[in-house]
């Protein structure tokens, strides 16, 4: 597509639900990676793929956490037992990665807050 | 580990003043990427430009310029004759280049507002 496409843009859940985050990529990107987003702070890293290999998920807070993009392109960021501490703006970006232009492409993000 | 400071947290000017947004970045990697991100009151994360580490020319686009200046650890940005359009968060980021020019992970500053009164 055009542009990185998240979805959906706001998602209300009661504690305790899981939830299930989903980005589409710009087509063609190589490297996908999420990132949370607190009010007034900058975005936080996740994880990351390359294809559908994870390469780094040293930034998911706790094993409640779990990504996957099977297919090397559309990724899902899954949060089970939601907390009200998981309430942020979850924001997917892309690249050209590797080899080719390494600047990430942000999508409009996902408001999550958790009631 | 990696680190991005932006120690001005927000920034008032009036229309047609110059700006300049700091940043300051802490590494151990020998080469690397730093980026400049605007996040409008809509709240995208729009990419405005990357700079390789070893690359220390320092770039004009139009209004916007970018001063890298590798000894002081630091990617500055300036906007001048700002505008009100110019009002958002910007944020100062940085990643590791793996050799075959792939980007890692980003560390984000903590931002900079800027806003422009007429």
């Known amino acids: 597509g055009a542009g990185v496409s998240q979805s959906p843009r706001y998602k209300v859940t009661k504690r305790g639900q899981d939830v299930a985050l989903r980005c589409d990529p710009i087509?063609?990107?190589?490297?996908l990676y999420w990132y949370r987003q607190a009010l007034g702070q900058g975005p936080e890293f996740l994880t990351y793929f390359n294809y559908e290999a994870q390469q780094d998920k040293s930034g998911l807070p706790n094993d409640r956490f779990s990504a996957e993009r099977p297919e090397g392109s559309i990724s899902t960021l899954t949060i089970q037992r939601t907390e009200q501490r998981d309430s942020a703006m979850y924001r997917c970006a892309s690249s050209l990665n590797p080899g080719g232009k390494p600047e990430a492409f942000f999508g409009q993000g996902t408001r999550l807050t958790v009631v | 580990a990696q680190k991005v400071t932006q120690a001005q947290t927000e920034i008032s000017v009036v229309e047609k003043e110059d700006v300049t947004l700091d940043c300051v970045y802490e590494?151990?990697?020998?080469?690397?990427?730093l980026f400049w991100y605007k996040q409008p009151p809509s709240g995208e994360l729009v990419f405005l430009i990357r700079r390789n580490s070893f690359d220390e020319q320092n770039e004009i686009s139009g209004r916007y310029s970018w001063n890298f200046q590798k000894s002081t650890s630091s990617f500055n940005f300036t906007i001048t004759a700002s505008q009100v359009v110019d009002s958002a968060v910007y944020f100062c980021?940085?990643?590791?280049?793996?050799?075959?020019?792939?980007?890692?992970?980003?560390?984000f500053g903590t931002g900079t507002r800027l806003q422009v009164t007429l």
């Open positions: 087509s063609g990107h190589v490297s």
């Open positions: 980021a940085l990643s590791e280049a793996w050799i075959t020019g792939t980007a890692s992970k980003l560390t």
């Open positions: 590494t151990r990697d020998t080469t690397y990427y």
